[in-house]
Each structure stands twice: as C-alpha cells, then as structure tokens.
C-alpha cells in the first residue's frame, strides 16, 4: 500500500510587535514600580509609625525645655556671633549644634519646632539602620521585628520629642554598629566600608561623648568576623580608629579661651560625673549598689516590662541555639549599661522630671508684637544659663528688629541699675564671659529687660531701676514665681 507522503508544514512568520495584535497597556492602578515590594512596603509603614509617633504634636506635649534652650543658643551664636565651637566651653561636642546652626542659616522658623524636628527625623533614621542591621545579620524578618520594636519604644519616643542630642546618638550609635559589621563581613570589603565606620564613630563622637559606649564595637566585631588575616583586620581598625580621633583632636585644639568650671572637660564634659579612679580601685561595686536599682526603676516606663521581658527570652534562645550574632548585637546594650553601673557616680535623673519654660511662647510672642507695632528694642537678660534668658536670645534676637544682650552688670552690685546710663561694655555671652562689644544707653530709645521673678523679684528691679513698669507677666502654673517683663526706659 502506497504511503501519502508528508506534507509540509508552512512556517508560520513571527508576528511583529504592536501587528496584528493590540498589547494591553496597564492602568495606574495596575502598575507598580519594581522597587515598591510588599518588603519594602513594611518597612516605609514600621517608619512611618516612627515618624508620627515623634513628630505629632511635637511642640504641644512640653514648653522649652532649659537643656533646650542652651542647645538652641549656641545654635544662635554660630548663626550670630561665628562662635562654632563655643558648646566646647561646657563639654559638650559641637556637631549637633553646628546642624542646628545651619537650620537657623536657611529658615526663620520657630527654633524650637526645627531643632525637635532634626531630632525626630535623626531618630527615625536610627530606626532604619535598626533594620538594615536585623537584614544584614538575619534576615527582613528579623530587621522588620527590630525596627518595630524601636519605632514604639518610650525612651526613644520622649527624648527625640526633644531638641536633645540623643536622636543624633542613637542615628550615629546604630550607624556604628552597622558600619562596623560591613567593614569585616567580607574578604574583599573596599577600605571604603571601614571609612564609613571610622566617620560614624567620629562624627558621633563629635556629637556627644556618649557615643564612645559605642567604640568597642568595631574591635569586637573585627574579632568576630575576622575571616581575613589577623593583620588585615588590624589595619582595618587602625583606619576606623584613626579616622574617629580626628574629631576629638578637633575639639581640644579648638577649645575657645575662657572661663570654665573646674571639673569641666572638653572630652568627657564634667569629670564629677565619674567615680575617682583610686575609689574605684578600692571598692569597684561601690556605684553599682546605688545604680543598679535606679536602672531598674527606668526600664519599666523607658523600655516597658513586656520588652525587657522579649529581651530576656531572647538571650536564653541565642544561649540555648549558640547564636553568637544575637549576643554580639545585645553587648551593644548590656556591656555600655554594665560600664555605667560601675564609673558613674550617679544615674542622672533630670531627664525624668525636665524643668521646663512655661509661657515662654508667651512671651515671644508679646515682644515680638510690641516691636512690630512700636519699633526696635534692647531686650536686656539675666546672665545666666537656661529659662528664660538662652531661650530669649533663641528665639528674638536679631529678629523684628529686637537686639537681646546680657545685663551682666546686675551681678556686680545689688544697686547696679538694670539699664545704666552711658556706655556699658558688653559680653559676648555668660558661657564665654569675654568682650563683645558696647552698648550705650543714652542713646537707645526703648529698653526691656526679661527675668524669672525668683531669679530677680520685682522689689529687686524696682530697686535697681525705680521707672521699671511691669508690662507683662505670666505666673508658673507648676511652682510660685513668674516669667515678668519689665519696660525699664
């Protein structure tokens, strides 16, 4: 029987693109960038949490803080006077004052509000590096848990409320420990990573002292990671500790000339808040018996019960799986807190109960109407530290045509007058207590003079200048005393 050969099968042509067949365009709702992943989603709703939780009603919970309002003058003397390094002259690191400074360069916001929203944003920052830590170590999970935790926590939450160094301190202390890890975490790591590391350290350094709790962590975490050779892993922390000590070398060759306290110190700010080292020679747990139960009475409202809780049951399953990740990351906080417990001679408690500055908005706000109204004025203020002074000159001087300065011959003589009249010289502020100029009276139309009546009382300025009238006064609602402002020519 014949067979039917074959046949051949035509080849079909390619179709040509957008031929012979209509390609569906995705609508908007459709469409997601490749970078918008539910991970990533997570992680933008965890900072976003983070954000409201520091940043809602951020200047409604508490007035101007007194530690505040010294961290807001010295921004104002850069911005005023160039005195970049004057927070030195009370042992406090510049850095987070010269970002303050530049805020004040580019803005006449409220200085208040633009100080407490670098330090949210800072910490919100440290919640991101919180997570990249968890994924660098574990995995999304674990960086997603961690960060979660910190967007929550309650001593995170009040103190980057606050135009306090700490969100700086934590962004750059977790940044430390993120650095440090990528520095050794790979044989072909660029010297650019232990750059990164050395720059975290310094600049934090550069911020606050507090961040060498910190400085351990590159050692140990080259120990740690030291795949590569042992002398490799030293020239890489000597060019993060190089690096890092640029920045306090800065702060002592750069210390202004001017009166300080005894104790003070350009490194470690007061030396009085350390124990001697012959005493703690003889009884190295002396401090640790009063410490230890202080410590324990902050972490119920600063950390919560529940957390330290998770901490404890974490550590057991790091103990019980042998992970040492897990107990390299927890000696970032148990052995800065151990350290503590032994040098410090006291767990500082003002943070717990700030003294704040009722009606200081108030106040701002009266004087700044009167000079719109009426014209420039002297605005004259006690030479002395916090509420209401530093916020005065934060806040008005310089602006509406307000001039503030110092009266700092009231303390001279009980009898001195607050506005004297002819020239009086003047100081460039009571933290440097160095020339600043003159101001001549007879020749200054209008003079207002702001004081705390506790501080000076109103048979005091009366005394001083019997034509003083009392314009303005805002009595304390928490203790007796008021905020007065006085007309005194």
Aim: net charge positive; with cysteine; proline share 6%.
């Amino acid at each position: 029987m014949a067979q039917t050969p074959p046949t051949k099968q035509k080849r079909k042509a390619p179709r040509k693109a957008g031929v012979g067949r209509k390609e569906r365009t995705l609508t908007k709702a459709e469409y997601r960038p490749s970078w918008f992943t539910p991970e990533r989603k997570a992680v933008a709703l965890v900072l976003g949490v983070a954000a409201l939780l520091r940043i809602y009603r951020i200047t409604a919970d508490f007035p101007v803080v007194t530690d505040e309002s010294i961290y807001l003058r010295w921004a104002e003397i850069i911005d005023n006077q160039g005195g970049w390094f004057v927070s030195l002259l009370d042992g406090k690191q510049p850095f987070g004052y010269w970002v303050l400074a530049v805020v004040r360069f580019v803005t006449d916001a409220d200085p208040l509000l633009s100080a407490r929203l670098v330090s949210a944003l800072a910490d919100v920052g440290a919640t991101l590096v919180v997570y990249a830590i968890g994924c660098h170590l574990a995995s999304h999970m674990a960086g997603l848990i961690g960060a979660g935790l910190y967007a929550v926590l309650p001593w995170s939450m009040i103190y980057a409320r606050m135009a306090y160094g700490e969100g700086l301190v934590n962004l750059f202390g977790t940044l430390i420990v993120w650095t440090s890890l990528r520095a050794f975490d790979n044989e072909s790591t660029g010297w650019w990573r232990a750059l990164a590391a050395g720059l975290a350290l310094g600049l934090g350094i550069f911020t606050k002292t507090t961040v060498l709790l910190f400085a351990f962590f590159p050692v140990l975490a080259g120990v740690w990671l030291g795949r590569r050779t042992w002398s490799r892993t030293a020239a890489t922390l000597a060019v993060i500790f190089t690096i890092a000590a640029v920045f306090p070398v800065i702060s002592i060759v750069r210390h202004p000339e001017a009166p300080t306290f005894q104790t003070g110190s350009v490194i470690l700010h007061q030396t009085s808040f350390f124990v001697a080292p012959d005493k703690l020679l003889d009884d190295p747990l002396q401090r640790v018996r009063e410490n230890l139960p202080k410590l324990i009475e902050y972490l119920g409202p600063y950390v919560t019960w529940t957390t330290v809780l998770a901490f404890v049951v974490s550590l057991a399953y790091l103990a019980w799986t042998r992970n040492l990740a897990g107990w390299v990351i927890a000696s970032v906080v148990i052995l800065p807190l151990a350290g503590q417990m032994v040098v410090l001679t006291v767990l500082p408690t003002r943070y717990s109960y700030p003294h704040v500055g009722h009606h200081v908005y108030d106040a701002v706000g009266q004087l700044r109407a009167e000079a719109r109204t009426n014209g420039p004025f002297v605005l004259l203020t006690d030479a002395i530290w916090g509420i209401p002074a530093d916020a005065m000159f934060a806040f008005l001087n310089g602006r509406d045509g307000i001039r503030v300065h110092e009266a700092w011959w009231i303390k001279n003589s009980p009898t001195n007058p607050i506005a004297p009249p002819g020239k009086v010289a003047l100081i460039k502020s009571h933290y440097e207590r160095v020339e600043g100029g003159t101001i001549d009276f007879n020749r200054t139309a209008r003079v207002f003079y702001v004081t705390d009546s506790q501080y000076v009382g109103p048979e005091q300025v009366r005394a001083r200048q019997p034509n003083a009238q009392r314009m303005w006064s805002f009595p304390n609602p928490e203790r007796t005393g008021s905020l007065d402002i006085y007309r005194v020519k």
